[in-house]
């Protein structure tokens, strides 16, 4: 626990910074689990022997680095870990990715109806005005907790197969390929972008509306460079956080 620990004021390094360390450790041990309220700024201040400026400068890099977040009356508290999303860079199904960190993955559906759709995804798609598509809209999670809301748009022409399958269990891009091997999505070009949620999606996300989410649009094309999925997924800012690596 915390107060099996002390600050040793002997050494160079910092006294805000060791406090931040101790609070880490615990954390990482598992002493404190997600939701759970950590020793208010007025015990830590008993227990160490320092100031609040102290104090606070340890708790706000904390809730800065996504480690802890903050209540209004009521203290701070452990933040949930952030799923570590590397799809930016992968195509690989959402539950494969979940799963990799041993979290629970479920899908829940919330649309899968014929559509005439926005001009954006009708562009996408090289829709002509007419030319309906295939909307599904889906809600992501991990463990229980919402991570996205996925809107999805395929040409109905191509793809209206995919009406028959069940989005709570089955892969949207398993789907296109085992329907048709020249389905196959072999690239994606994404554009992503912070914004505010809305407010119904921010009920889905079960965060605030107007919360920072991070919004992905991407476009998926065949060997052929037919595109064939276009795709609007808000992602939780605080539950999120995307890998990227580049090459020299």
Request: hydrophobic share 40%.
């Amino acid at each position: 626990m915390i107060t099996d620990y002390k600050l040793d004021k002997s050494v160079p390094i910092p006294l805000y910074y060791q406090l931040k360390t101790i609070i880490q450790t615990e954390i990482d041990k598992g002493s404190y689990q997600p939701d759970d309220i950590i020793p208010t700024e007025e015990e830590l201040i008993h227990i160490f022997g320092v100031s609040r400026t102290t104090v606070r400068q340890a708790i706000s890099e904390l809730v800065q680095e996504g480690q802890l977040y903050r209540i209004k009356s009521k203290g701070t508290f452990v933040a949930h870990k952030k799923i570590n999303q590397d799809f930016i860079i992968r195509l690989e199904p959402f539950n494969d990715q979940i799963r990799k960190q041993n979290k629970t993955p479920k899908t829940q559906v919330l649309a899968l109806d014929i559509v005439i759709p926005p001009i954006q995804a009708a562009q996408a798609l090289g829709l002509g005005p007419n030319d309906k598509a295939i909307f599904l809209s889906r809600q992501r999670f991990a463990d229980d907790c919402p991570l996205v809301v996925v809107q999805t748009y395929l040409p109905y022409s191509r793809c209206a197969f995919v009406m028959d399958h069940d989005f709570t269990a089955e892969s949207l891009y398993n789907i296109l390929e085992n329907e048709n091997p020249a389905y196959k999505i072999r690239y994606v070009k994404r554009v992503m972008e912070a914004a505010k949620v809305s407010s119904a999606n921010a009920k889905l996300l079960e965060i605030k509306t107007g919360d920072p989410v991070l919004f992905f649009t991407s476009t998926g094309y065949t060997q052929d460079d037919i595109p064939l999925e276009y795709s609007m997924a808000y992602y939780r800012a605080d539950c999120n956080k995307f890998e990227i690596t580049v090459m020299a």
